[in-house]
């Protein structure tokens, strides 16, 4: 079985059963090395494949109601689950309880991405940045302005510069680096 799209509800309910089967594996195995902080992998306690064909049984709609036998004739490969006799009930207890949850960060998703589309959008209808618009020896200045402005004239160079010394373990050198004409025409974008 194959990863669900990002954009997808699927994507969601997988991301939520993985955080639920590492919170049980956390149980079941509590860390000997807590002070390490070491997150066991969900797929310790149900495995990947598992999950995906779980992560599926959510196209969108809504679960009122899944009984443990319900779900086992949907997800044939829980039969043969190391924990089904223990956790299957609860599986199927917390499937019903990310429902809602499933359906909100899908609907939070879209919504992001249209709103990214259409910023996106605005940009392009904006045209270039004014900045752009203006002769070259103007821009040249004002890049020579900001340049100046936010780092100091080193050496013979007539625009500014980031020194970037090394570390005194070789050859006490230095490193010249040009602040770029991009950057500041980022910086100057309406």
Request: charge should be neutral; glycine fraction near 6%.
């Amino acid at each position: 079985m194959s990863l669900p799209r990002n954009d997808s509800s699927q994507t969601h309910a997988l991301r939520h059963v993985n955080k639920w089967c590492e919170a049980q594996i956390a149980v079941i195995m509590p860390d000997p090395h807590e002070n390490l902080r070491f997150t066991i992998p969900g797929n310790v306690f149900m495995s990947d494949s598992l999950m995906l064909q779980i992560s599926a049984l959510y196209p969108g709609g809504t679960w009122t109601n899944i009984l443990s036998r319900d779900l086992l004739k949907l997800v044939p490969g829980l039969k043969g689950w190391k924990y089904r006799e223990e956790y299957l009930t609860p599986l199927c207890i917390f499937l019903i309880d990310i429902t809602d949850q499933v359906s909100i960060d899908w609907l939070a998703a879209q919504a992001a991405a249209q709103a990214a589309k259409k910023m996106k959008e605005d940009i392009e209808a904006k045209g270039p940045s004014p900045f752009l618009t203006l002769p070259s020896d103007i821009r040249i200045r004002i890049h020579d302005i900001i340049a100046s402005s936010m780092h100091p004239r080193s050496g013979g160079l007539d625009r500014g510069c980031i020194q970037t010394y090394w570390n005194g373990e070789m050859d006490g050198g230095q490193d010249l680096l040009m602040v770029s004409f991009a950057q500041v025409n980022k910086q100057l974008r309406v």
